[in-house]
Each structure stands twice: as C-alpha cells, then as structure tokens.
C-alpha cells in the first residue's frame, strides 16, 4: 500500500510525508520539512510517528519553506538527507555532518521500499529538482515550485495513480495583491510559481482513467482562493467540484495512492 499525507503547504511551509507497507515493515520518506521543528515532530506524533519512524528526506530546493527543520532533525536524529547538487551546496545542509546523498534528473534511487525519480523543474533556485515515486505496483509524482510546466516535467507525471500538482496564484489577484512589484515579478514569472489556469493545463493533459487522486498545493493564501482553484480543477479532470482536493497552511489527512 502507498499513501501520502500533507503537513503543510504554501509559502509559510512544505512537508509532504510518503508511506509505503509491504505487509510487516513500513517506509517513510519526508518530501521537505519547511516548517519548526516542534511543529514538525507534533504533526508526526499525531499519526503515533516519531523521528526513529523516518527513512529519509528528500529536499527539492534550498528555499526555507522547504528545507525548513531539516538540517536539525536530521543531524539530531540521524536520518539520511536526498537532494540535488546544487541544494546540498546550501549552507544549511553543507554543514552537516553526515554528507547529503546527491541525485540528478533522471536519476533512480531507492529508499528501503519506495523507488524515486526525480526531475528538474524551472524555478529561481540552485537545482530544484520534484518527485516520481513508487512502491512497485501504484505510482504518486509531486510537482510544486515551478514556474511553467515543461514537457520533460509532463513525462515524469505522466501515468501517475496520485498527483500534488501546485496552483499556487490567480495572475488577477496577484496584480491587485499589496506584494511589491518585484515579487509579483518573481511570482509570475517564468521560473516562479504556477498559476491555477497553468496548473489546469498540465492537469488536462496528465488526465488519464487510473488517475485517482489529484491534490492541488502550494495555493497561496494571499493570491488565491480555494473555488477557484476547486473550478479551475474541476474543468480539467471533468467532475464535481466537490471532488477536488486542496492541502494548504495545515495540510490534509492521509489518501491511498
């Protein structure tokens, strides 16, 4: 069984968190830890996990909505650290004492019993990399923190059984929004964040009939708005916007792959 739950998402703070079962023993693998690391342990313990539960963290970018705690709870409690070249050489996890494992596009690499491929993305940070994971039978691909969807990203999440699929802004909102001009630049801009109407896009073209679980993530709190999000996704994959899932600040309970 593979499932995933959110516990935290958008610009205050990403954590995803992976769970594999082969029937005796579970995996669990941190997709970032953008957040305090009492925070962080509280949401875990709520679920009767604890740090020693841990297999490993993965950081997609150097960002601190994303590395967050993680320099900190992995020297304190051991756990080993994936990410890119790039984002290993940021000065919060060049110092630690274990050396981050460095993976590349394209690259597989496993984790006791979940296999990852990881992929660039276009976004204004050193080598940001997202996730296609599996557990052998179903697949769950995460793409947050990009600025335009590519056709290599595309080939990565296609196929998949579950989706985190970033609709971070409303480009009308953001433009009436008190950000200064250079972050609405930052934002819109080619290697900032998705748009709902971006994210649609990509969804429409991912569509596909085992495609069971799609989550839309990193919405941001200022420039968009839940129903529109909910509209923009409903459109894409044809159903009720009932059926739409959101994960935001606080994240969301657990689904199935």
């Not at 996990?49 to 590395?67: A, C, R, S, Y």
């Not at 590519?150 to 950000?179: I, Q």
């Not at 649609?200 to 596909?208: E, M």
Request: net charge negative; hydrophobic share 40%.
């Amino acid at each position: 069984m593979l499932r995933f739950r959110s516990l935290a998402s958008g610009s205050s703070g990403n954590a995803t968190l992976i769970e594999s079962h082969d029937g005796r023993h579970p995996t669990r693998v941190l997709v970032d830890c953008g957040m305090g690391l009492r925070r962080l342990l509280a949401a875990l313990a709520a679920d009767g996990i604890g740090p020693d539960g841990l297999h490993g963290i993965f950081i997609t970018h150097e960002h601190g909505d994303h590395i967050g705690c993680a320099p900190m709870l992995a020297a304190r409690h051991g756990i080993p650290v994936w990410s890119s070249a790039g984002t290993a050489q940021c000065p919060e996890l060049a110092g630690l004492d274990t050396p981050v494992r460095q993976v590349r596009d394209g690259d597989v690499f496993t984790i006791r019993g979940l296999e990852f491929r990881p992929f660039t993305v276009p976004h204004d940070a050193r080598e940001p990399l997202q996730l296609r994971c599996t557990d052998g039978d179903r697949v769950l691909s995460m793409m947050t923190d990009a600025g335009h969807v590519t056709a290599h990203a595309l080939s990565f999440l296609a196929g998949s059984h579950a989706l985190v699929l970033e609709s971070n802004h409303d480009p009308d909102l953001l433009a009436r929004s008190a950000y200064p001009d250079f972050l609405k630049r930052r934002v819109a801009s080619p290697h900032g964040h998705l748009s709902n109407a971006q994210a649609a896009t990509a969804l429409s073209a991912l569509r596909h009939e085992h495609l069971n679980v799609v989550v839309a993530a990193h919405l941001s709190e200022r420039n968009n708005r839940p129903e529109l999000v909910t509209s923009a996704f409903a459109t894409a994959l044809g159903c009720a916007e009932s059926e739409v899932l959101l994960t935001q600040r606080h994240g969301r309970g657990w689904l199935t792959v």
